[in-house]
């Protein structure tokens, strides 16, 4: 049973454009939903999360929004950046549960010049 | 600082083998977390463990054994390796901290594991 389903599978956006991956999940005890970036090779590094008390967060050009009510989440990038090409996972936690974390399938995201 | 080392970075194993991956976390971090990546599946929990002495299992234990001896180091065994077992292994791991809810989990490079 896949507890998070992301979308798309794979992205191409031009520089300069905004990238938008989504993230929907069944399980309404998740309180905690991290989003990470990995490179080829590399592992994966958490980018940005939220905590289902806010309907959005902004780290520079990386923004998450979150609604509750349709159990959804998503990454924006803005201004996207060829350096941003790689892999998105977005995942969810529920608190007391040693922080495991249920992870989406991933996003290829390619930024073309 | 090196944050969570994997060894060996790569492995090739004829099916039946036993093989042992390591790592190891700088951090202090009490929970540790060993995953596989695999193409179009996102990352799916092994094993974890939430302090030195114990472990659990995940969503995919089958054919997999761990261990906890001290807290830095969490270890990944393959009793009798099987070519389904062929993956990305990554460990990870995280601070408990009580009362604040889930914590980011801090990623290795993996391991890459053939089973021929």
């Known amino acids: 049973q896949q507890q998070v389903k992301q979308s798309p599978q794979s992205l191409i956006v031009q520089k300069g454009g905004i990238s938008i991956i989504n993230c929907a999940y069944e399980?309404?005890?998740?309180?905690?939903f991290p989003w990470y970036q990995q490179f080829p090779g590399k592992g994966p590094a958490l980018l940005i999360a939220i905590r289902p008390d806010v309907s959005e967060k902004k780290e520079g050009r990386f923004t998450i929004s979150f609604n509750k009510s349709a159990k959804q989440f998503s990454l924006h990038i803005m201004d996207s950046q060829p350096g941003d090409s790689a892999t998105y996972f977005c995942a969810a936690s529920i608190t007391g549960t040693a922080s495991k974390l249920t992870f989406g399938t991933g996003t290829r995201l390619q930024v073309t010049l | 600082n090196a944050g969570v080392t994997q060894t060996p970075k790569f492995r090739v194993l004829k099916t039946g083998q036993s093989t042992t991956l390591l790592c190891a976390q700088d951090m202090n971090h009490e929970y540790m977390y060993w995953y596989r990546q695999d193409p179009g599946m996102g990352l799916r929990l092994i094993h974890y463990s939430v302090g030195e002495g114990t472990t659990a299992k995940g969503e995919v234990p089958d054919g997999y054994n761990v261990s906890r001896l001290k807290k830095q180091n969490f270890l990944l065994g393959l009793e009798s390796a099987a070519p389904s077992q062929t993956s990305v292994y990554f460990c990870?791991?995280?601070?408990?901290?009580?009362?604040?809810?889930?914590?980011?989990?801090?990623f290795g490079d993996g391991t890459r594991l053939s089973i021929l």
């Open positions: 399980n309404t005890a998740f309180d905690y």
């Open positions: 990870a791991s995280s601070y408990r901290l009580s009362g604040v809810g889930a914590q980011p989990q801090h």
